[in-house]
């Protein structure tokens, strides 16, 4: 049975760096096609891709926040960190870790985190 | 401004056939697959179509994707007040390296 769940700072303030992490068991990491992706979706707005890892560590961004992205993968604790440079209000949003696997796209999904960016 | 362009907004009576649509170009649904996820109100999205026209396992087949050039389309027949959600479309896009999600359509079932 495969789970993601989402762990990270509920505030942030602008200019800080959002760390979260996505801890997730029932595959591994190590297996080819494997990928971890983070999603977001700010309140009442849409779906928003961000970045995927995959099983070989190749590293996809979305080209409008690449600048400000960076992902990692622990396969010893089963875990991918996603961390987010100078955040802003705009970034306030549910922030989701999804399971990737070939041609089934993002199949299992966390729960989602929220971040809220205030001073 | 999403890459995938939906309505948004689609509705339905108990029984009825809906069709969502999702418009692209030939760089994502035009030469890649479409994938469809519900989203229940306060919950994850939930994959409901891959591959195009797939389902996973659980997924009624009240649920049916299709492709045509660009564009993809979500069916849901049978319609019931249960599929009351918000849908979302996305596909790979080759020119941007990226995954790219349509802006959501709010299915109300009347």
Do not use: A, K
């Given at each position: 049975q495969i789970t993601l769940k989402e762990s990270g700072p509920t505030l942030v303030k602008p200019t800080q760096t959002l760390t979260l992490t996505c801890t997730f068991s029932g595959?591994?990491?190590?297996?080819?096609?494997v990928g971890v992706g983070w999603i977001r979706q700010p309140p009442g707005k849409a779906l928003e891709w961000l970045a995927l890892i995959y099983w070989d560590d190749d590293k996809r961004y979305s080209p409008s926040l690449k600048t400000r992205l960076t992902i990692t993968k622990d396969t010893s604790k089963n875990q991918v960190v996603l961390t987010m440079t100078?955040?802003?209000?705009?970034?306030t949003a549910t922030y989701y870790c999804a399971h990737n696997y070939e041609v089934l796209g993002f199949d299992y999904w966390g729960q989602g985190t929220l971040v809220t960016v205030s001073s | 401004q999403s890459v995938l362009t939906q309505p948004p907004s689609a509705s339905g009576t108990p029984g009825q056939r809906v069709t969502i649509s999702c418009s692209g170009s030939s760089s994502n649904i035009g030469s890649n697959y479409a994938y469809w996820y519900q989203q229940l109100p306060g919950t994850a999205p939930k994959l409901?179509?891959?591959?195009?026209?797939q389902r996973p396992s659980?997924?009624?087949?009240r649920f049916s994707g299709s492709k045509s050039g660009t564009s993809a389309s979500l069916a849901i027949s049978g319609?019931?007040?249960?599929?009351e959600a918000d849908y979302y479309c996305a596909a790979w896009d080759d020119s941007l390296s990226a995954w790219v999600f349509g802006g959501g359509t709010k299915l109300t079932v009347l």
């Open positions: 595959f591994s990491l190590t297996t080819t096609g100078n955040m802003d209000p705009v970034d | 409901l179509i891959f591959r195009g026209n659980g997924v009624p087949d319609l019931r007040s249960e599929d």
